[in-house]
């Protein structure tokens, strides 16, 4: 059996090199030989090193991540290949990526490309500490925060999708979500002249931080003038430690009161926490940069959650489609700081469908799909493989009636939104959660208030329901740029993860799957008649899709929250929806594993 650091070698090197070839060079497709055989291979010629690099590819995907094994390489003048370590193939495809023009900026890119051997080195470290601590998970664990804890690996389409600086390895035990640990917030009392907040709800932001469970109001000293504010442990320290939150202390318009009330773990997103009991999860600004970014609540992104909020509920989306559901950012509260449109204090207030035990059986779709660690079947070939069995069906038949259901409440109703009111809405696999309660996916939930693109051409409409979006910079976008992104997050990351899972694990012809996601979107382009119709047309028609570039983010030391140049972030790839596989007709009986 591998040990945790052979594992956390192979997914680092995985999760760098499928972004490589996809941003950086594609590689040659060929057959190695060694004593024992001959492997399927990827071989990538790096001139300014003078060498020649292959990879053995355990398993291919026609549109998700390869995985692979072995590693060899020779000099471009010698015949004869040698074993090489995964890590240090990982650090020959850094070093190709920086020499390939460095047009006289050597100086910048050594400093660009010695930031990103940190991340990786950082992401594994991270990703070993996880297989390491990792549990084996209960024959029926399905649970939403168990689920959140679960993802080991991280993003598959991220050079570094474990890095998290300015998080140290002991506030790990209790922050990272894959070491399970609790921990209270902090809380401040602030006068309420210097606090702002909003809610679409009846009850107001403070009134539902005073809500949360375990807080005494009386036994923290509050005044009548003052108001409540909730932080992350971590961005509390680095508050306190601001010179313009100091001087607000000093003045006696701010007030540290430590931790207390109950327990929070941290989900997927690390900064966004949930409790069992509570009502609401809490989305706050953290001083880590987690993969690209450094996470921060920006003002207009709390203002997006709560006028978003106004819309589902105007729009009446719960009735509309009964298999799909957005969990809303509805309230906000934060303290005003002088001369800065944040201060830190930003917190999103996110409702809790999952709490009082209403979580079991929904998980994220990145859980559902991850890579599984050694001698355990994925998520989802554990989910069919019993479907199958309880039910005495070919699996061949139960696969493709789940992928199925999974479009009517993962897809459609997306899409259907986009041409009914053009909101797009950011779906990637981490985002989108389904219920799985009865094994085959019933409802599918959005969460993300960072994640609405408002088409332009039906602004008129949308601000007719709430006027307010046209005041939230950032909120309107283009169609063409929609387009790409939408492609990219609801297609690419997540549909296609499901897809090329279920051929990794042998469940599924992958070419039947594409087909039956053709098929899918065609019957939306012919019953749908505005900006939807027009997005399944762009997807199903043009020979390249949207993949977002996350190398090239890293490459250049971008943060992608902070940059100007969003646009660039996402690239053509070869769309797999073109490929011969896809567009063969789609007949009713097929060769897959049973």
């Known amino acids: 059996m591998k040990s945790s650091r052979q594992i956390a070698e192979t997914a680092t090197f995985q999760s760098f090199a499928n972004c490589y070839l996809r941003e950086v060079n594609p590689g040659v497709p060929v057959r190695h030989r060694t004593a024992s055989g001959s492997c399927d291979s990827i071989e990538w010629s790096l001139p300014r090193q003078q060498m020649i690099l292959r990879v053995e590819v355990t398993s291919s995907s026609l549109c998700g991540p390869l995985h692979f094994g072995r590693a060899w390489g020779r000099n471009v003048s010698d015949r004869s290949w040698r074993p090489i370590e995964l890590m240090s193939a990982l650090h020959m495809l ?164 430590g931790p207390t009330g109950s327990l929070f773990s941290a ?57 799909f559901r957005i969990i809303q950012d509805p309230a906000y509260i934060t303290l005003d700081l002088p001369g800065h449109s944040e201060s830190g204090f930003e917190v999103i207030l996110r409702e809790n469908p999952f709490a009082h035990g209403n979580g079991q ?20 070939e554990k989910l069919l493989r019993t479907l199958a069995s309880s039910d005495g069906e070919r699996l061949a038949d139960v696969c493709i009636a789940w992928f199925q259901r999974y479009l009517d409440c993962a897809v459609e109703p997306l899409i259907r939104l986009y041409d009914d009111y053009g909101v797009a809405l950011e779906a990637h696999q981490q985002n989108s959660l389904l219920d799985i309660g009865a094994s085959y996916p019933t409802v599918s939930y959005y969460r993300d208030n960072q994640g609405f693109y408002l088409s332009e051409r039906y602004r008129s409409l949308l601000a007719s329901h709430v ?79 949207a993949s977002k570039a996350n190398l090239t983010t890293r490459l250049f030391n971008v943060d992608e929250l902070q940059s100007d140049h969003a646009p660039v972030l996402y690239r053509p790839v070869p769309n797999p929806l073109r490929a011969p596989a896809a567009l063969t007709t789609l007949r009713t009986s097929h060769a897959i594993a049973s």
């Not at 917030?185 to 931080?209: C, E, G, M, N, T």
């Not at 059986?361 to 989802?380: F, M």
């Not at 279920?502 to 070419?511: N, Y």
Request: a negative charge; one cysteine or more.
């Open 94 to 257: 850094v070093q190709a990526a920086y020499r390939q023009d460095d047009a006289g900026q050597t100086d910048a890119l050594r400093g660009f490309e010695l930031e990103l051997l940190i991340r990786v080195l950082e992401s594994y470290q991270q990703t070993a500490l996880y297989v390491d601590r990792a549990q084996p998970r209960q024959e029926d664990a399905n649970d939403f925060l168990e689920a959140e804890q679960s993802l080991v690996f991280g993003h598959w389409l991220h050079p570094t999708p474990k890095s998290r600086q300015g998080m140290t390895y002991w506030q790990q035990e209790s922050y990272a979500p894959e070491l399970r640990g609790q921990f209270k917030l902090h809380y401040f009392a602030a006068k309420a002249d210097h606090v702002s907040h909003a809610s679409s709800r009846s009850i107001q932001a403070p009134d539902i931080i005073r809500s949360l469970s375990g807080l005494d109001a009386e036994g923290l000293g509050l005044t009548g003038d003052e108001c409540l504010l909730p932080m992350h442990p971590l961005q509390a320290e680095a508050l306190l430690l601001d010179p313009g939150i100091q001087a607000m202390q000093r003045a006696g318009i701010l007030r540290h009161l």
């Open 267 to 323: 989900t997927s997103s690390v900064r966004t926490v949930y409790g069992a009991a509570e009502d609401w999860m809490l989305k706050f600004s953290l001083p880590v940069r987690i993969t690209n970014s450094v996470r921060l609540n920006r003002r207009q992104e709390l203002e997006a959650g709560v006028a978003m909020a106004k819309l589902v509920d105007r729009i009446g989306l719960a009735k509309r489609a009964a298999n």
């Open 361 to 380: 059986g929904v998980i994220t779709v990145a859980a559902l799909t991850a890579d599984p660690l050694a001698q355990t079947p994925s998520r989802l």
């Open 467 to 545: 006027p307010e979006t046209e005041t939230i910079p950032s909120l309107y976008f283009p169609e063409s740029e929609i387009r790409d992104r939408f492609a990219y997050y609801l297609i690419v990351n997540q549909v296609f993860s499901v897809i090329s899972r279920m051929g990794h694990d042998g469940l599924c012809d992958e070419g039947t799957l594409l087909r039956m996601l053709r098929n899918h979107l065609e019957q939306c382009a012919f019953g749908m008649t505005g900006a939807g119709r027009d997005f399944a047309r762009h997807v199903l028609d043009l020979p390249t899709i």
